[in-house]
């Protein structure tokens, strides 16, 4: 981020503002829906769905994602790919378990 | 770092130095020290296999007054053994001793891109070490349940489990900081024209062992902290509901499971076993290339296979886990996967040997232990097919057969393809030569009780000997055929451990000899042989950097006036 | 000789040394973490009943802090970007402000936790507790080690940026990421272990 302007970086100021009342609204809208009568799988569903969205704002713009190098995005990327084996692939196993 | 001429101290310029060739040789010197270690350790335990409740000869009185080892001093020998070879010793040599001194000099980097935390990956290992010893030393002694730590046993186990732990915590965190660095290192400091494609193999070996090792560890230092938790904190993250233990009911909450500690841990232990192995290639392919003096059949193969294999390193782990329970879908698609696997070893076996085709081979010592590794690499790969069909697994999980696979693998494997290194880089690191009569004994012994060790693994798993028995099998009936051959494992392993001298002594009277002047006597190609000192410079490594020209292993190009092209020779 | 990269961008990459290693040990830590998650989903699966969150927890007081937490990571690429506004000053503020609020993140946990002990609400209470403690004490142990950087650069390591101001900077930009991940953890843990 070196090669940025004063101009751009006031820019990314006013973007940084944004984001943070965003992220303070869809805070208060997350608890809100967990007073919600929906069931457990909904409620997961949701909740997730709330913290992807203030995590992919804090990561794009505060972290500065969005314009980042392609060398990051591959990182990401094969993070990403282990992460999501990480949580998925043991929750299969207990759910295939043999049930004695 | 500039380039002041200052006197350093000796703590400077030895102890504290963030020179990446000083740290290579600490960790290179401190691992090897690790695995005289464990390799005393397994022939403590091969003592009591072969002549079971006998004496220990030499070291009897550590076991009390009897000198025999009782079983729990057995199971903690061998959870030590397994824990030191392959974090104390293994890795940290193949990763930290040869991955931090060579890969900067082979891509044209004065240093590593963080010098000073490459210091402090190397103190936490040594750290990590202290801690892993202080286990022998606490009520109760080392570790006892396995290097895997299986719960519940590893979670009511003694004091040794929890340092244990701690030292696993502290070698973890060196490990994650020293893929840092390689990744950025690699791909932030190659030399001009030193392109992805002109890379040397060895390179490439280490900058995948990082990308596992930055993604794989964490799982389990997360079941490390959870374990932590468990035994210091009376968590129930591991235990299940009314667990009984001595006849009496656990009174912890309950409702934890066994098998959420084997995911966490194999998703790390599987991807370690190809951290365990791809240095070893790494290696073996610089040696075979110089050995052979043509360049290597297969270059891009060989990249695409070992990318290829990294990536399904992480989704083959429960192999590991077929007979606990799981259902059939999820076994289905873990055999799947570590069929697959096995394609990538195999184009990488296949790309190293029709490397040898035609070419004009040079049977140097390097080179002996470089093809001495591939059909033990061979044999302990294809023995890992029939474990990795879960039918087949059944019968052998946990018995010998699982033991003698592994160590076909990691000791004549990757333990051969490391003094193939050593043996190799001496030269360069000392400007000194070793001895090659010695080194040729050393492979040719060596050679001959690797086989005479592991081979017989083999027939007693397929007899259904478990895996760690005090005794050896000597209860069971089904072992009785089979249990002649613990005394002749034993006496091979004691007689590889002699052979080990031939190489001790060799690097003793080599490391006083004579500076030979030479820079390259190898008359290899690559940049750590052709562009710096044998030994490099102290500071900056090169007195010019280099630019790269071509591709890491021109040998015999043809209208050459030499029989090799250095990287840096102008096109 | 100077390690090349530390400051200027590689041409072919567009990077310099420290974010690229910051960014992998970033993904690290998503692995950790991960690991923590996917035991508290292993676990959660594996029983039939599991207690929701308001049983246990004080959600009002999480909320505020997580506003703290939000709110902190804003100050902190502020002071990022003042920075490279050449505004030294406003960097003291806003790095000043960030540290406020991440002592103020930690006396409420400090508040959550002790309130728990004392009605004897231990991790070995039963597993979401147990699980509870864990995770956001990795996340505590997270939370000071970025005070302890953010107070270093803030005061002693200041000086860099008479003598360096760009490697300063960049310095900042980094410790922003790491400050921003833990956030972004925060985000995940704080509906998973308080709301679900």
């Not at chain 1, 101009?7 to 997350?30: G, P, R, W």
Request: hydrophobic share 50%; net charge neutral.
């Amino acid at each position: 981020m070196s090669e940025l302007t004063p101009e751009q970086v006031k820019h990314h100021i006013k973007t940084y503002v944004l984001v943070f009342v965003s992220l303070a609204f869809l805070t208060i809208v997350t608890v809100g829906i967990s007073y919600l009568e929906v069931s457990v799988g909904m409620g997961i569903t949701l909740a997730l769905i709330v913290a992807s969205i203030k995590g992919s704002l804090v990561a794009c713009y505060f972290m500065h994602l969005i314009d980042e190098k392609v060398t990051i995005y591959w990182t990401l990327i094969a993070t990403v790919v282990a992460f999501l084996i990480l949580i998925f692939v043991p929750l299969s196993a207990i759910l295939d378990h043999t049930k004695i | 770092m500039s380039s002041e001429h200052h006197k350093q101290s000796f703590l400077t310029k030895y102890i504290w130095s963030t020179d990446h060739k000083v740290i290579g040789i600490q960790y290179g010197i401190t691992s090897l020290l690790w695995l005289l270690f464990g390799f005393l350790l397994m022939m403590i335990m091969r003592y009591q296999l072969a002549y079971p409740e006998s004496p220990i000869p030499f070291v009897g009185s550590l076991f009390g007054e009897s000198g025999i080892l009782p079983s729990e001093m057995y199971n903690s020998l061998g959870a030590m053994h397994g824990t030191i070879m392959i974090f104390l010793g293994v890795v940290p040599l193949a990763f930290g001793a040869f991955g931090n001194y060579f890969v900067p000099l082979q891509i044209g980097a004065i240093d590593m891109a963080f010098p000073k935390l490459n210091a402090a990956s190397y103190w936490m290992y040594f750290v990590g070490s202290v801690i892993m010893a202080i286990g022998f030393f606490v009520p109760g002694g080392a570790a006892n349940s396995g290097w895997t730590s299986y719960p519940p046993l590893s979670n009511i186990a003694t004091t040794g489990q929890t340092v244990w732990l701690l030292g696993m915590v502290m070698l973890i965190t060196s490990s994650l900081l020293g893929s840092v660095n390689i990744l950025v290192t690699v791909i932030q400091l190659r030399a001009e024209g030193m392109t992805w494609m002109k890379l040397p193999i060895f390179v490439w070996t280490q900058f995948i062992t990082a990308f596992l090792l930055l993604l794989a560890f964490p799982p389990l230092e997360a079941a490390g902290v959870l374990q932590l938790m468990d035994r210091l904190a009376g968590t129930s993250f591991f235990m299940p509901s009314g667990l009984v233990v001595s006849g009496e009911v656990l009174t912890n909450a309950g409702g934890g499971s066994p098998l959420l500690w084997q995911h966490l841990f194999w998703f790390l232990a599987h991807p370690e076993v190809y951290v365990l192995i791809l240095p070893a290639f790494g290696i073996v392919t610089e040696i075979i290339a110089n050995n052979t003096r043509k360049p290597i059949w297969g270059y891009n193969a060989l990249v695409y296979a070992m990318v290829f294999l990294g990536f399904m390193s992480f989704i083959v782990w429960a192999h590991h886990m077929y007979i606990t329970g799981m259902g059939t879908s999820i076994g289905a698609f873990f055999q799947t996967t570590t069929m697959i696997i096995s394609i990538p070893s195999v184009v990488i076996l296949t790309t190293l040997l029709l490397s040898l085709w035609g070419g004009s081979i040079r049977f140097n010592t390097p080179m002996l232990f470089a093809l001495g590794f591939i059909p033990m690499f061979g044999i302990g790969g294809l023995t890992g097919l029939p474990l990795g069909l879960a039918a087949a697994d059944i019968h052998l999980h946990d018995t010998y057969y699982v033991i003698g696979h592994f160590h076909y693998v990691v000791a004549p494997g990757t333990i051969f393809a490391l003094f193939a290194g050593i043996y190799y880089w001496f030269p360069k690191m000392t400007g000194k030569r070793t001895n090659e009569t010695l080194g040729k004994l050393h492979f040719f012994f060596s050679m001959i009780f690797m086989n005479g060790i592991f081979m017989p693994m083999f027939v007693q798993g397929l007899a259904g000997v478990s895996r760690r028995l005090w005794d050896g099998g000597e209860t069971y009936a089904h072992a009785a055929d089979v249990l002649y051959l613990n005394e002749v494992m034993s006496v091979s392993a004691w007689l590889l451990g002699l052979a080990q001298i031939f190489f001790i002594v060799n690097m003793i009277i080599s490391l006083f000899g004579k500076k030979t002047g030479e820079k390259n006597p190898w008359n290899a190609t690559t940049l750590e042989w052709t562009d710096t000192t044998s030994p490099p410079l102290g500071h900056g490594n090169f007195e010019v950097v280099p630019t790269v020209y071509r591709g890491p292993y021109e040998y015999n190009v043809p209208g050459d006036d030499q029989d090799f092209t250095p990287q840096s020779k102008k096109v | 000789m100077d390690i090349p990269y530390t400051v200027k961008n590689r041409p072919d990459t567009g990077l310099y040394n420290g974010k690229l290693g910051i960014w992998l040990f970033l993904a690290s830590e998503v692995m950790l973490f991960g690991g923590l998650f996917s035991a508290y989903i292993f676990l959660r699966t594996g029983v039939e009943s599991w207690p929701s969150g308001s049983e246990y927890l004080d959600i009002p007081l999480a909320t505020l802090n997580t506003l703290f937490l939000i709110t902190s990571s804003v100050t902190m690429v502020m002071s990022w970007a003042s920075l490279k506004l050449n505004d030294f000053n406003k960097f003291k503020i806003y790095a000043g402000i960030t540290l406020l609020l991440a002592c103020a993140f930690l006396v409420i946990k400090y508040f959550e936790y002790s309130h728990k002990f004392h009605v004897g609400y231990f991790p070995s209470y039963n597993n979401f507790l147990g699980i509870y403690f864990t995770m956001t004490g990795l996340h505590v142990l997270h939370i000071i080690g970025g005070i302890i950087v953010i107070f270093y650069f803030w005061i002693p390591g200041a000086k860099m940026w008479e003598s360096d101001p760009e490697r300063f900077t960049n310095r900042i930009e980094i410790v922003g990421l790491y400050w921003h991940f833990v956030d972004l953890v925060w985000s995940f843990l704080f509906p998973t272990l308080y709301l679900l």
